[in-house]
């Protein structure tokens, strides 16, 4: 049983599953020795808002309620978020984000005794982008209050936003992942083929790249790539001032992310909404303490790779069991502590959501993936449209067979309606929330 353990939670915001690699973040890789890595993670609500609101309250957005971003509905103050939680346990709480802050929900703040602002603003064409080093900055600042409060369990969240748009890496990081010639390739047709795309054409960022003659979408994909790079890296130096503060033996690290980025497929450009794997499928890296570890056996907590199905309801719940903290009764996640001691074995489904550039839900089982749009799209998708794919043989959701196997895709979409009423008690807040930014509009 966990007790008394601090808790860092590091999130890299629009952070693909597939990014997590020695080639891209060799410093997130090193931990899998010492980790366990949940490789079939998914985020049950997307994008930023519901994701992080869903991390931090272990509630699935369809009782907790947010399933926009930077939507009208608020988070109640009946549900209890992990910072209040870990407070009320005695810890110390400490956050390095800007959620709060900046985008207009306060109620990421609530708990932290000190909320560390890192600035800025995260947008797709204006804003100031917040880069590792701001980040890193207050770290130290964090970690300085830690060393003050020597004795006491703390709490520490970090919120990195390297890898959202727009994709400005210093100078060489691109380069890494791209050998071509960035004035040659289809970027402005594949672009101008959407209505998303024309709508990041004419923003700053992607206009200012074409205006500088970048034609190849594997330039931007590259950019992406760089960001990637750039914020391991920094997460690396943080590493080491845990390491140098003599942390690591008494602290739990969880490193995950929100959701992911696309990157052209399905052609969506670099954002992320669809409820496909490269946006719902996301990392989650749990590294114990060692009195922990050693607790439940070093051989299932210390390099051990689980696929079980979990979603990030599931990060909350076992934030708690490390803290020794009870799990309330609203949570609807469980601790992934389960999982290592063999008590389960994870999720016959998980579910995903969104309603901010659209409005759709999806279901997951280890073969087969429903998802079915309740509003119309501008991809040209009606309201109740459906897809279903086989997820062994088309990992990369390129075929639909909801025509061709129909009492498939039936029996999921009951399943999936099942779920909503007995959450919701028919009050669907996909229906009851209009979209919060719809494509095409500022």
């Known amino acids: ?43 049950e609500g997307i994008p930023t808002h519901p994701s ?20 009208s509905v608020q988070l109640s103050r009946d549900i209890p978020t992990i910072p209040r939680l870990l407070k009320n346990a005695g810890y110390l709480t400490i956050a390095v984000d ?43 600042e964090a970690l300085e209050l830690v060393n003050r409060n020597r004795g006491k369990p703390f709490l520490l969240f970090i919120h990195y936003w390297d890898p959202h748009t727009p994709y400005i890496p210093p100078r060489g990081y691109a380069e890494r992942f791209y050998r071509g010639d960035y004035t040659k390739g289809d970027l402005i047709d594949a672009l101008n083929s959407t209505l998303w795309g024309r709508f990041m054409l004419k923003g700053e960022w992607l206009g200012n790249l074409v205006k500088s003659g970048v034609r190849d979408l594997d330039y931007v994909r590259a950019l992406y790539d ?32 929100d959701h992911g980025e696309a990157l052209g497929e399905h052609r969506v ?12 499928h996301t990392p989650l890296i749990i590294r114990l303490p060692d009195k922990l570890a050693s607790e439940i056996g070093g051989g299932r907590v210390r390099g051990v790779v689980y696929d079980a199905l979990v979603q990030n309801t599931d990060i909350a719940p076992t934030i708690l069991d ?44 280890r073969e087969w993936k429903l998802i079915q749009w309740i509003r119309a799209d501008t991809y040209g998708r009606g309201p109740g449209h459906i897809e279903l794919y086989n997820m062994s043989k088309d990992p990369g959701e390129l075929r639909n067979l909801a025509n061709e196997e129909w009492d498939i895709a039936m029996r ?31």
């Open 269 to 280: 450009y670099f954002d992320h909404h669809g409820l496909y794997e490269w946006d719902v």
């Open 98 to 140: 800007n959620l709060a802050t900046h985008l207009y929900s306060g109620w990421f703040a609530w708990g932290f005794d000190y909320y560390l602002d890192i600035g800025g603003v995260a947008t797709i064409s204006m804003g100031v982008k917040v880069n590792g080093e701001v980040v890193n900055a207050r770290v130290r």
């Open 226 to 257: 760089g960001e990637v790079a750039y914020v391991d890296e920094r997460f690396g130096k943080v590493l080491r001032l845990i390491e140098d503060a003599g942390l690591l033996d008494n602290t739990a690290i969880i490193i995950t992310s």
């Open 52 to 71: 992080f609101t869903t991390i931090f309250t272990g509630v699935s957005p369809l009782v907790h309620g947010v399933v926009c971003h930077d939507g």
């Open 412 to 442: 999921m979409l009951g399943t999936l309606e099942d779920r909503y009423r007995r959450l919701t008690g028919g009050s669907d807040p996909l229906i009851m929330q209009e979209i919060s930014m719809p494509i095409g509009v500022r």
């Open 1 to 43: 049983m966990g007790g008394g353990f601090n808790v860092i939670l590091v999130a890299f915001d629009t952070l693909r599953f597939d990014r997590v690699d020695q080639v891209h973040m060799p410093n997130v890789h090193s931990l899998l020795r010492d980790s366990m890595f949940f490789t079939r993670h998914y985020s």
């Open 322 to 365: 490390i803290a020794g903290v009870k799990r309330p009764s609203v949570m609807t996640g469980s601790s992934l502590l389960g999982v290592a001691r063999g008590e389960w074995g994870g999720y016959d489904a998980v579910y995903s959501l969104e309603n901010t550039r659209q409005t759709a839900r999806m279901i997951r089982t």
